[in-house]
C-alpha cells in the first residue's frame, strides 16, 4: 500500500504518515450541477454531482444502483489492513517468528519482494478510520504533513523548508507543503499527476498497537 522507495512505510510506522490518496480513474465531477447523485460505494455513501450523468454513470439514478468496481473506493471505514513488508526486512528489525521459516529465506517470493508476503503474517496494521472525495489539489497543507511531508532547515535558508520525500534532491525541497506534496505524488502516480487534478479517494488511518489487532 505504501512505497518504500520514498520512505512512506517507514513514516507509517514512525505515526507521521496517517493519510493516503487514491486516484478514481475517468471520472468527471462538476460541483456547479444542482442536482445530487447518492452514489453507494464500499458501504457507505457519497453525495456526489456529477456533470452528464447519464454519461458516466446511466444507472446511478436507480435506488438499488452500486456504482462500478472501478469508482469504489479500495477500502472501507474500520477495515484494518496489514502494513505489507518483506520477510527480509522484518527479519532485519528482529520479527522472527517460527511459522514464517517456510518464507525467511532467499527462495521465497517475498524475502525482497513485499508484494508476495501474507497478510496474517505481517506484525503492523493500520485501521481505516474515514474516506472522502476530494481534488487532489484541494489538499490542505495541514494534510500534506499527515501524508508524510516533513519539515526541517535546508542549507542556508533563513526559513524551515518541505522536505517531499526521504533522500530527495535539493532540487526537489519547496517552500510550501503543497509544493512538497505535488513533487511526491508525480513521483508516486507519475509525472503531470498533481497537473491534472484528479478525483481522489482520501483515506486516514491510525497504526494499531500489537494489542489491537
Known sequence: MFKDRFGLTEAVLAGRKTMT???IPDIEIDW????VVQLPVGGFEHDVLFMDVRQILPDAGRSDYSAP?????????GEIIAVAQSYHELNKRGFIAPEWCEHSCEDSAGYENKMFVRADLMPH?????DIQLQRLNNISDEDCIREGITK??????????YFPYK??????VMWT???AF???IDKICGKGTWDSNPWVYVYTFELLDDKED
Open 182 to 184: 505535488s513533487i511526491l
Open 32 to 35: 456547479n450541477r444542482r442536482g
Open 152 to 161: 526541517g532547515d535546508f542549507k542556508d535558508f533563513p526559513q524551515q523548508m
Open 125 to 129: 496494521r493500520i485501521r481505516i478510520t
Open 21 to 23: 490518496r487514491r486516484i
Open 177 to 179: 507543503p503543497q509544493g
Open 167 to 172: 533522500g530527495c534532491k535539493d532540487t526537489e
Open 69 to 77: 468496481k472501478k469508482y469504489q473506493p479500495k477500502y472501507e471505514r
